[in-house]
C-alpha cells in the first residue's frame, strides 16, 4: 500500500532527571507514519510509549533528534507556534474523556470548530454527519452526565475528527471502558480510519485494542524492540502473532 509520509521521527531520546539520576525514556526511536495509516505503539508499563506518544503531539519536548510533520520539524518550533501546530494538525483522545459537563454532546463536538473560527454554516453541516456517522445524533443534546461511558467516548471521537486534523492521537481509549464499549469504540476508529481516511496513532497496553490496529510497535526499555504488519491477515492470527511479541516483551495480555 503506498501511502504519502505524513510523519518522520528521527532519531529521537528524551531523558529525564539531571546528573546522577537520569532516566531514558526514548532511546534512538524511528519510524514514519504514512497517511491514512491505523498504528498502535504497545509495551509494558515504562516502556516509553506515553511518552512518544507526548513527544510526537508536541506536549513535550525531544532531548535529541528529530520530528517532521509533512517535511516541518516540530521540534525546532517556539511554543507559540507548537500551540498554533497542535490546534490545527492534531486531534486528541484520552482515556478519561476530558468533555465539558456544562456542555451538550452537540456543543463539545462544536467547540473544537468554534475555536478554529469556522463558519456557521460549515460547523452545521459537518456536526450533522459526524454525529449520524458515529450514531451519536439520538444523544446530540445531552450533557455527559446523562451518557454511558462508550458514547462519551464516542463524542470524544467526534470532536477530535471535525476539524480533519493531519493525525488523532489516542492514548488508552478503551482504559475506562467496559468490553462491550471498548469493542464499539474500536469499530468507531476504524470506521474512522478507513472511511473518514483519519490517520490513528493509538497506544495501548491491550492486545485486544491493538488487533483492530494495521501495525504494531512495540517499546521496550524506550526502543523499538519490534514491529507486526496485519496485512492480510485475520484479526485472530494477527492477535497470535501480538500475544507472541508481547510475551517477549514483557507486556499485558487482556484479562
Do not use: W
Not at 525531544?62 to 509533512?70: D, S
Not at 451538550?104 to 473560527?117: K, P, S
Amino acid at each position: 500500500m503506498n501511502m504519502n509520509e505524513l510523519i518522520r521521527v528521527c532519531d529521537i531520546e528524551k531523558y529525564y532527571g539531571k546528573e546522577n539520576n537520569i532516566t531514558k525514556a526514548i532511546n534512538h526511536v524511528s519510524f514514519s507514519v504514512g497517511a491514512g495509516e491505523f498504528i498502535g505503539i504497545m509495551g509494558a508499563s515504562g516502556s516509553g510509549k506515553t511518552t512518544l506518544l507526548n513527544v510526537m503531539a508536541a506536549i513535550d519536548s525531544v532531548t535529541a533528534g528529530h520530528i517532521y510533520y509533512e517535511g516541518k520539524d516540530i521540534t525546532e518550533m517556539r511554543e507559540n507556534r507548537l500551540a498554533e501546530f497542535r490546534k490545527h494538525n492534531l486531534g486528541f483522545i484520552f482515556q478519561d474523556f476530558n468533555l465539558l459537563d456544562t456542555l451538550t454532546v452537540e456543543e463539545n463536538i462544536i467547540l473544537a470548530m468554534t475555536i478554529r473560527n469556522r463558519s456557521k454554516r460549515e460547523i452545521e453541516e459537518k456536526v450533522e454527519s459526524i454525529l449520524t456517522a458515529l450514531s451519536i445524533d439520538d444523544i446530540r443534546g445531552k450533557f455527559p452526565y446523562q451518557i454511558s461511558g462508550g458514547q462519551k467516548q464516542r463524542c470524544a471521537c467526534a470532536r477530535a475528527i471535525i476539524t480533519n486534523p493531519r493525525l488523532i492521537l489516542a492514548d488508552e481509549p478503551t482504559g475506562a471502558l467496559d468490553s462491550q464499549s471498548a469493542e464499539m469504540l474500536l469499530e468507531t476508529l476504524t470506521k474512522m480510519n478507513e472511511e473518514m481516511r483519519a490517520t490513528i496513532l493509538m497506544v495501548t497496553h491491550d492486545a485486544f485494542c491493538a488487533g483492530y490496529c494495521r501495525r504494531i510497535l512495540f517499546l521496550k526499555d524506550g526502543e523499538i524492540f519490534n514491529e507486526l504488519v496485519k496485512g492480510k491477515k485475520s484479526r485472530k492470527e494477527f492477535l497470535n502473532e501480538i500475544f507472541d511479541v508481547l510475551a517477549l516483551t514483557g507486556g499485558e495480555r487482556r484479562a
